[in-house]
């Protein structure tokens, strides 16, 4: 069967939903919503992106799910079979939505994992890099991640989800992310136990001590709930966007590459090869020496010395990273 990819009809509505969303901030006295330099560097790199992605997603992620899915989902007597015995999947309307909760699933863990693993950081630290949370920030992403985030979703092909109901789920969990940054929509009442809404999504994006490394989902908020990652929003607190130590920078390139610029700087310094590895892969922050704290040593300080959630200098002073 054939079909088509959502993003072709999704790309065109993101780029005037941002117009909306401009206009509208702009002649309703929101003028610190878009910052006209920091727009142009996220639409950069959101171009960059879509002029990339393509060209990877033919080479690692279609091609990398169809040897997987033939491999291990082999025809035999014209019956399409799992090496684990069973038939492998159609495309029933419930193999749809199976296929979505995987997909939620499996986005849950890469986009966790690009939190907590540095050198993915490194990647997604392009999405974090503004102090502003708007639909424009949605397409400020990182070029490098398509190097590894299909490694993420192999599973699913190789249980049998054919690769195009896959790829689909992933475009339909993508325009999902997209329409999320915004300030605009309210907490939404019962569909804020089961999805991932707008304030929580505002919460992922700040860079207050208790509020890092939370709600990772997608579509849902079930795993983050299951996996102890959840955090509602306090609104009567006012969110500050983006990330500690942010790049200082318009210029494109800097914005992608200056956390791998930083790790490297590390891995110089570092005597000991077990050091040097975990600057690489462990997770944010760590450091041999205390000088820098990660995400979990930050929040584990705030516990101790009863610090507010509106004490982050203080903890930011401390060695934060």
């Known amino acids: 069967m054939t ?11 993101f780029i005037a939903l941002i ?41 690692f ?22 090496i684990l015995g069973y038939e492998s999947f159609g495309y ?13 699933f499996t986005y849950y863990c890469f986009h966790r994992a690009n939190h907590e693993i540095r050198l993915f950081w490194a990647a997604h630290i392009v999405h974090h890099s503004s102090d ?3 639909l424009g920030t949605a397409v400020r992403n990182g070029w490098f991640t398509i190097f590894y ?4 979703y192999m599973w699913m092909p190789a249980i049998g989800f054919p690769p195009e109901m896959v790829l689909i789920c992933i475009g339909i969990e993508i325009m999902w992310q997209f329409q999320l940054h915004s300030v605009y929509i309210p907490k939404m009442g019962f569909l804020e136990k089961i999805f991932n ?70 891995v110089k310094k570092s005597k000991k090869l077990s050091h040097a590895f975990m600057y690489i892969f462990g997770p944010p922050g760590w450091s041999h020496d205390g000088s820098t704290l990660t995400v979990k040593q930050q929040q584990k300080l705030m516990e101790q010395e009863g ?15």
């Not at 079909?3 to 509505?13: E, H, K, R, S």
């Not at 029933?92 to 939620?104: H, K, R, S």
């Not at 610090?307 to 990273?321: Q, T, V």
């Open 92 to 104: 029933a309307w419930y193999v749809w939505l199976l296929c979505l909760l995987a997909d939620d």
């Open 3 to 13: 079909f088509t990819n959502p993003l072709i009809y999704g790309v065109p509505c």
């Open 149 to 152: 985030k299909p490694f993420f």
């Open 132 to 134: 502003n949370f708007n």
């Open 197 to 266: 809404t707008h304030t929580m999504h505002q919460v992922h994006h700040s860079q207050d001590i208790e509020y890092l490394d939370k709600n990772h989902g997608g579509i849902l908020n079930i795993f983050d709930k299951l996996f102890g990652t959840w955090k509602e929003l306090n609104e009567e607190k006012t969110i500050k966007y983006g990330v500690i130590h942010p790049p200082n920078s318009y210029n494109p390139m800097v914005i992608l590459t200056h956390e791998y610029k930083d790790i490297w700087k590390d």
């Open 19 to 59: 117009i909306l969303e401009l206009i509208y901030s702009k002649t309703h006295g929101d003028e610190q919503l878009y910052n006209w330099k920091d727009l142009f560097a996220s639409g950069a790199m959101g171009i960059g992106a879509a002029l990339i992605g393509p060209i990877f997603k033919v080479i």
């Open 307 to 321: 610090l507010s959630a509106l004490s982050n200098e203080a903890i930011i002073s401390k060695k934060a990273f």
């Open 61 to 82: 992620a279609i091609a990398l799910f169809e040897v997987t899915y033939e491999f291990l989902n082999p025809v035999a007597d014209g019956v399409r079979t799992n």
